[in-house]
């Protein structure tokens, strides 16, 4: 069995390693820059922009893959999925239509309002900037504006937080159209990732991300900097009823696109809020594995990523084929100086000893026998352990171990940000 991985960073390098751990599995790769962690991992790798739809198709037929598993979005949007299924290659990510959960935030949410799905805030969707501008103004509670299509995460800004309601309007304008405004949602963020076969969901241990590039949640939003998920896979300001909730608002969303004729074959990601009222409600859903929460949910997978994959793309996932390892684990991003705004390029780094803690790369080169950072996210180390406390000493003790102009953040994972999540919850519920 052949499977060719799409991507190059942490997120696919975990893809990768979780795929290599079946010895009789042969791995092809595309990614842009040279991932030291991946490429060893491959019998063929192809240096390649991954939204080169025939180039990749290309290549798979070359390497002989008989699989592809698709790791970021971007590929997703560009119609990859559709070309490799027309050369005869299933791929475990969805359609350039299914995508659209992802890449077209306006569509997510009126497919919402379609099916009468949950968990939906107030919204609306405007095309003439003046209308959104009338809306902002007009009212009364905070609000998030956001472009529809893909920003990375970056591309979100919310009133009485980074912008004032003048802001948000400028905001809007300097948009254009079509632009998604929101009622801002108040609560504790979570991830829920689920395997999606079309119509069943097998979900993944619950995990929560850190967008904030410095500690204490300051600072700009990032790809996102580190995350943790808990040895019972919940997490202490979760309930079971609010995990319910989000589980089945997103088998309501599965339901709904393959009545719409996007039937949704991969990973369905959902991003929500837990609020006080209403519990879990969608800030949005991605159409992948998250980056950095593949990190910690695929160090977690007892069972065969690649077997998983075939299920999706047969029609038969089930819960009872998908099981974790009940333990803790911390993911800690290093990032380059200056990251996310004005990162410090291609500088040497060197690594400590890791220890017991998994070390994923990302957007780093290897040259001359060392390591030099790029311009986005540079290495990741995952810590585990019976509590969490145990994975974060291991992430931690990882990190701190490399030399060089990269930073992280340090509260990841510790029992202070987890008393200040749960008091945040207790404090509003
Ligand atoms: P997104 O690109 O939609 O994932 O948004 C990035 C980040 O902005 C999220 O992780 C949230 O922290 C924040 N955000 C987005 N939408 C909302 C909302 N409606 N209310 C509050 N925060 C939001
Ligand atoms: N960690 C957030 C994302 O992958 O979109």
Do not use: C, H, S
């Given at each position: 069995m052949k499977y060719l991985v799409v991507g190059g960073g942490g997120r696919e390098h975990a893809i990768a390693a979780s795929l290599a751990r079946d010895e009789t599995a042969g791995l092809a790769a595309v990614m842009a820059t040279r991932n030291p962690g991946i490429a060893p991992l491959a019998d063929a790798v192809l240096l390649a922009p991954e939204t080169d739809v025939p180039r990749v198709v290309r290549f798979a037929v070359e390497s002989g893959s008989d699989l592809a598993v698709i790791g970021p979005e971007a590929p997703l949007e560009a119609g990859l999925a559709d070309a490799l299924a027309e050369a005869g290659i299933p791929a475990f990510g969805p359609t350039r239509a299914a995508a659209r959960i992802e890449t077209d935030k306006a569509w997510a949410r009126a497919l919402m309002t379609r099916h009468g799905i949950p968990g939906c805030p107030e919204y609306g969707i405007f095309t003439d900037p003046d209308e959104a501008v009338r809306f902002i103004r007009d009212h009364p509670g905070e609000l998030a504006v956001k472009p529809?299509?893909?920003?990375?995460?970056?591309?979100v800004r919310i009133t009485g937080e980074q912008v004032d309601r003048e802001g948000a309007c400028a905001y809007a304008r300097e948009l254009g159209g079509p632009v998604v405004v929101e009622e801002r949602l108040e609560g504790e963020e979570f991830t829920l990732q689920a395997f999606v076969d079309g119509a069943h969901l097998a979900p993944m241990p619950l995990v929560q991300d850190h967008?904030?590039?410095?500690?204490?949640?300051?600072?700009p939003n990032t790809g996102g900097m580190g995350s943790y998920s808990m040895p019972d896979h919940g997490?202490?300001?979760?309930?079971e009823q609010d995990s319910e909730a989000a589980l089945g608002i997103m088998a309501d969303v599965v339901r709904a696109m393959t009545a719409e004729g996007a039937p949704f074959c991969g990973i369905l990601y959902g991003q929500f809020m837990n609020t006080a009222a209403a519990g879990p409600m969608v800030i949005e859903f991605n159409a992948r594995f998250g980056d950095p929460e593949a990190m910690n949910v695929l160090t977690l997978l007892e069972s065969d990523l690649g077997e998983i994959a075939w299920r999706c793309v047969d029609g038969n996932v089930s819960p009872s084929a998908v099981t974790f390892e009940e333990a803790a684990t911390v993911c800690k991003y290093l990032v380059p100086?200056?990251?996310?705004?004005?990162p410090v390029p291609s500088a040497p780094i060197r690594l400590g000893d890791p220890g017991p803690a998994r070390l994923y790369y990302a957007n780093v080169e290897e040259r001359g026998g060392r390591l030099w950072t790029l311009r986005s996210r540079t290495l990741a180390f995952v810590g585990t352990g019976a509590t969490l406390e145990e994975a974060e000493g291991a992430a931690e003790r990882a990190a701190s171990g490399v030399t060089g102009p990269v930073r992280y953040r340090h509260?990841?994972?510790?029992q202070a940000l987890l008393e200040k999540r749960r008091a945040h919850m207790r404090a509003i519920r």
């Open positions: 529809v299509g893909l920003t990375g995460g970056k591309g967008k904030r590039a410095f500690e204490g949640d300051q600072g997490l202490p300001f979760v309930t100086e200056g990251y996310p705004e004005a509260d990841i994972g510790t």
